[in-house]
């Protein structure tokens, strides 16, 4: 794999999705050199001069695991990656990042954690039904479920207590009373750049748009954008997609997310979103 030189910016990805080629697309229409850097060839010298000092990297890959430890790989040898070792960290893991947007002020649903089976359901006792139980680590609406009553959690939480260690980590949220719909707002830099509603699809209570949501732009008003820059910046993030919820007092955040997806935000709003984190991607080299 080539690093490249001068102001060439990377772009790092484990699976090539819309966005990634969008991004790309961008910066060879603004005359960047651009070069696509697949994860799973990368191969990191960790001391010494690297090819890598100086240049910005947007990291763009799907896997938690391997964005993180790539993102500390790069950054240790001098590169500037989009969003920082930190921001992966704490947005990668619910229970992380929901920490922080507490200790910010940020209104959140509120949450409950629990570090073993019997303290699962002694929790969920007090925290009340319904709830949700969501993996600390994971994304696209997996392995999130419903809890409506103790007997729906005592299933559930027996089988994770078969499955890999990291799911033995018991973190459950309060079912928000909300319309069929959440929020996902692009940040990039210090701005709210688009927004739209997720409507859920037939039949299910979540609004992935991979299970079958649908798409409506949403109004950048100054509540949102004030919430989602609030948010941005409890988790130290430089372009991040925030995911919102309305309750009966007002907008909550329930994610903030690192390798933010933004096709039907595009598609929906119109704004050209890889244009403008490309734009901000360059500006580091000025920094």
């Known amino acids: 794999m080539s690093a490249g030189d001068g102001n060439t910016l990377a772009i790092l990805y484990d699976t090539i999705r819309w966005e990634e080629?969008?991004?790309?697309?961008?910066?060879?229409?603004?005359?960047?050199?651009?070069?696509?850097?697949?994860?799973?060839?990368?191969?990191?010298?960790?001391?010494?001069?690297?090819?890598?000092?100086?240049?910005?990297?947007?990291?763009?890959?799907v896997s938690y695991f391997k964005s993180l430890h790539a993102t500390a790989a790069l950054e240790g040898l001098g590169?500037?990656?989009?969003?920082?070792?930190?921001?992966?960290?704490?947005?990668?893991?619910?229970?992380?990042?929901?920490?922080?947007?507490?200790?910010?002020?940020?209104?959140?649903?509120?949450?409950?954690?629990a570090f073993s089976e019997e303290a699962a359901i002694q929790a969920l006792d007090e925290f009340g039904y319904p709830a949700v139980i969501k993996p600390t680590v994971g994304s696209w609406g997996r392995m999130i479920g419903l809890l409506r009553d103790r007997d729906a959690a005592r299933a559930v939480i027996e089988d994770r207590e078969h499955m890999f260690p990291l799911y033995h980590i018991y973190y459950f949220e309060e079912f928000v009373k909300r319309p069929p719909r959440d929020i996902r707002a692009i940040v990039v830099g210090d701005r709210v750049v688009a927004a739209i509603?997720?409507?859920?699809?037939?039949?299910?209570?979540?609004?992935?748009?991979?299970?079958?949501?649908?798409?409506?732009?949403?109004?950048?008003?100054?509540?949102?954008?004030?919430?989602?820059?609030?948010?941005?910046?409890?988790?130290?993030?430089?372009?991040?997609?925030?995911?919102?919820?309305?309750?009966?007092?007002?907008?909550?955040?329930?994610?903030?997310?690192?390798?933010?997806?933004?096709?039907?935000?595009?598609?929906?709003?119109?704004?050209?979103?890889?244009?403008?984190?490309v734009d901000y991607a360059l500006s580091l080299y000025k920094r």
């Open 79 to 113: 590169a500037k990656v989009i969003n920082p070792l930190k921001v992966a960290g704490i947005t990668g893991n619910k229970l992380f990042a929901h920490m922080e947007l507490e200790k910010a002020g940020v209104r959140t649903p509120k949450a409950i954690a």
């Open 197 to 277: 509603y997720r409507y859920s699809g037939d039949g299910e209570w979540k609004t992935n748009m991979a299970l079958g949501g649908r798409a409506e732009v949403c109004p950048v008003t100054e509540e949102l954008n004030d919430i989602c820059m609030k948010a941005t910046r409890a988790v130290g993030g430089q372009i991040v997609g925030v995911d919102l919820m309305e309750g009966d007092d007002g907008l909550m955040v329930h994610e903030v997310n690192n390798t933010t997806e933004f096709k039907n935000t595009v598609r929906v709003t119109g704004v050209d979103i890889p244009s403008l984190m």
């Open 21 to 61: 080629k969008a991004l790309y697309e961008a910066a060879r229409k603004k005359g960047v050199s651009v070069e696509n850097v697949d994860i799973k060839a990368l191969r990191l010298r960790l001391g010494g001069q690297s090819d890598f000092k100086d240049r910005v990297v947007l990291q763009r890959s």
